[in-house]
């Protein structure tokens, strides 16, 4: 693993979706096992270029999902490494039993692959809006389930999860991501990324919640609060090493994701506080709700997602250490 910060947090210009496509291509130039499925979203995906260029190589089953699911668990039997996309709550909950059977008790090689996390549905309303997403597959036996932050490290965790045995679940932003890390960064699957070093208080962060807990952090620096951040992009496997870690080193745990509290980034870890560090655990994320039609910027607002959120936790949780 070879991490390197971006110089400055801007917008990306290349939206995920198309560093996705491009990547993908570049899987597909060298090995012709490499195929992709979708359920009628090759346009809002961006995978037309890759449908253009390997048409044999490239399914789209409509509005099926878990057929979707069966049929690229049928295509890991014979060999192939299937990409399967749609909608995150349509490749989750709409066909869960399909992920845990037919990919996941199988033992098949499925590569899932659910876009739009959270408030990052926007406009496409509640239905389309995932909160449980990583919550429900946290249940599917030995799946690995990311959340790529930026389109550098989503290269390279596509470039590595196609030649990794396993279910996998990547978490997609399709439009453009703030820049985290520089070009030529390298990730290893299941290890927490160190962003910014504190001894007050640790941020476990992941998705977009990432520049915001960045941004909590230098705002409480100048109180002389510090915070330390980590990005932890792996909810399953989570790495248990560094929460220990951390929660040994500061004392105190804040987490924060664009997703239901309940059984996501917030529950994973305080699982493991509770079972061997002990600590103050607070949790930035939708409080048991269901999503809405709005701006992300609005939505981000409303469900209690940017770094001010993160900050009145970070609060609270140093009051609740200062008090044991």
Do not use: W
């Amino acid at each position: 693993m070879v991490v390197k910060l971006a110089e400055k947090r801007v917008k990306e210009e290349k939206e995920m979706r198309t560093m996705y496509c491009e990547t993908l291509m570049e899987l597909a130039e060298k090995d012709e096992n490499v195929v992709v499925l979708d359920a009628d979203l090759m346009s809002s995906m961006g995978m037309v270029s890759f449908q253009k260029k390997y048409p044999e190589r490239t399914f789209n089953v409509g509005i099926q999902e878990a057929n979707m699911m069966g049929t690229a668990a049928g295509m890991s039997a014979v060999g192939l490494i299937p990409f399967a996309h749609s909608f995150g709550p349509f490749a989750t909950r709409r066909c869960f039993d399909q992920i845990f059977l037919s990919c996941g008790y199988g033992k098949l090689n499925v590569k899932i692959t659910g876009s739009d996390p959270g408030v990052t549905a926007a406009y496409n309303g509640g239905t389309h809006m995932p909160f449980e997403d990583m919550g429900i597959l946290r249940n599917v036996p030995n799946i690995t389930i990311i959340e790529p932050v930026d389109s550098t490290m989503l290269k390279d965790i596509i470039g590595q999860i196609a030649y990794k045995y396993g279910v996998f679940y990547t978490r997609l932003l399709r439009k453009s991501a703030t820049k985290i890390y520089a070009e030529g960064s390298t990730f290893e699957i299941g290890k927490a990324i160190p962003l910014r070093d504190g001894k007050d208080v640790t941020v476990f962060a992941t998705g977009i919640m990432v520049e915001e807990a960045l941004k909590a952090a230098e705002e409480l620096d100048k109180e002389g609060i510090s915070v330390r951040v980590e990005n932890i992009f792996t909810l399953k496997p989570i790495d248990k090493e560094a929460i220990i870690k951390c929660a040994e080193e500061t004392g105190a745990i804040v987490t924060a994701e664009n997703h239901s509290i309940l059984n996501g980034l917030g529950s994973a870890v305080a699982e493991v506080v509770v079972e061997s560090v002990p600590v103050p655990v607070e949790r930035v994320g939708v409080e048991d709700r269901f999503g809405q039609v709005g701006p992300v910027d609005y939505l981000k607002e409303e469900y209690g997602l940017t770094y001010n959120h993160i900050i009145t936790k970070v609060r609270r949780v140093l009051e609740r250490k200062c008090s044991k």
